[in-house]
């Protein structure tokens, strides 16, 4: 679990990485530590139910999204 955490946080970092996706999952980190969950979440169906996800942008904003469970 603490390499998923550390490799997350070497992404958020990583200037090789798209300026405007590491600044959309910063915002969306201060959405989930400030009011407990981000804007624009979907849940979904079938076998994933119970997960959500909000957008992190890329192709048409739809490619890249950051995964959470409740």
Known sequence: MTENIQEFLDWLHDPAIDERQRRRAR?????FFSRGQPNNVKS???PGRG?????????G???FYLWWAP
């Open 27 to 31: 915002l969306v980190l201060w959405q």
């Open 44 to 46: 979904l169906q079938g």
């Open 51 to 59: 997960w959500l996800r909000t957008r992190l942008g890329g192709n």
């Open 61 to 63: 904003g739809n490619q």
